[in-house]
C-alpha cells in the first residue's frame, strides 16, 4: 500500500516561531504537494514539488516556504508562525503525470496535521 | 485557471437510499480528468472515483457512479443503497492534463458534508 506519512497529527505553536511539517511517501512519486485545508474553501495549495530540489508556488504561498532534498521528503516550513496559519495541512504525492497515463492520476494523501498558532 | 464548485455544503440520507451530490467546474481546456475524494473522521483521504474527460461514459465503482456532462461542465456523484460508513466529507476535485506541465496539481471544490442516518 502506498503510504504517505506526516510527522504529526496535532501541533500547537506560538506565534512567530519556525515550524517545520514533514511528509514522507514511500511509493517513489515524483510530485508531492502541500494543501491547506479551511472549512468553506476546501483544500488550496501551498506549494508543490515536481522532483527534488524543485518546487513551484501554489495558490496560497505566502508566509510558507518548502523543501525537498531527497525524493521521499517534502518538508512544509513556517517562517514565522501566525494565528491566520491556524489549519489542517494534508501532504499529497502522485507520480508525474502521462507516465501510463490514466492509473496514474491519483495522489494519495497523509492524514493531515492540525495546527493551531496561539 | 480552473475552478470547482460544490455548492451543496451538507447533505444527508437515510440508509440504504440514494443520494446525489453536485459538482461544476469551469476550465477552457479540453484534456482533463476529474475526481471525488471521500475524507471521512479519520481524516484519511481516500479516491472514490475517477472520470476521464474524453471518456464518454461515466464511471462506476460498485456502488458510486457519476454523471459526467462535458458540454454542462457538469460532474455529480451518485451513492447508492447508501451505508453507515459512507458519513465523511466529499471533494470534487480537477486536474487539468496538460502533458508536463500540470504536475498533476488538484483544484478541490469546497467539499459537501455528508451524513447517513440509520
Known amino acids: ?118 | 485557471a480552473q475552478t470547482v464548485t460544490q455548492s451543496q455544503p451538507e447533505m444527508s440520507v437515510q440508509e440504504a437510499e440514494t443520494v446525489t451530490l453536485s459538482c461544476t467546474y469551469d476550465t477552457s481546456e479540453n484534456n482533463y480528468y476529474l475526481f471525488w475524494y471521500k475524507q471521512p473522521p479519520s481524516r484519511q483521504m481516500i479516491l472514490v472515483i475517477r472520470q476521464e474527460a474524453y471518456k464518454q461514459q461515466n464511471a462506476t465503482e460498485n456502488r458510486f457512479s457519476v454523471n459526467f456532462q462535458k458540454a454542462a461542465k457538469s460532474f455529480s456523484l451518485k451513492i447508492s443503497d447508501s451505508q453507515l460508513g459512507d458519513t465523511a466529507m466529499y471533494f470534487c476535485a480537477f486536474i487539468l492534463n496538460a502533458g508536463g506541465t500540470s504536475y498533476g496539481k488538484l483544484t478541490f471544490g469546497q467539499g459537501t458534508i455528508l451524513t447517513v442516518h440509520p
Open chain 1, 1 to 118: 500500500d502506498v503510504k504517505v506519512t506526516q510527522s504529526s497529527r496535532y501541533l500547537v505553536k506560538r506565534t512567530g516561531e519556525k515550524v517545520f511539517l514533514e511528509c514522507v511517501q514511500d511509493m517513489d512519486h515524483e510530485n508531492m504537494f502541500w494543501y491547506r485545508q479551511d472549512p468553506g474553501l476546501g483544500l488550496r495549495l501551498i506549494y508543490f514539488s515536481y522532483d527534488v530540489k524543485m518546487k513551484e508556488k501554489g495558490d496560497i504561498p505566502e508566509g510558507y516556504s518548502v523543501s525537498r532534498e531527497k525524493k521521499e521528503r517534502f518538508s512544509l516550513i513556517l517562517e514565522s508562525a501566525s494565528t491566520n496559519q491556524t489549519s489542517m495541512y494534508l501532504c499529497a504525492s502522485s507520480f508525474e503525470l502521462g507516465k501510463d497515463r490514466d492509473m496514474n492520476t491519483e495522489a494519495f494523501f497523509g492524514q493531515g496535521t492540525r495546527l493551531t498558532v496561539v
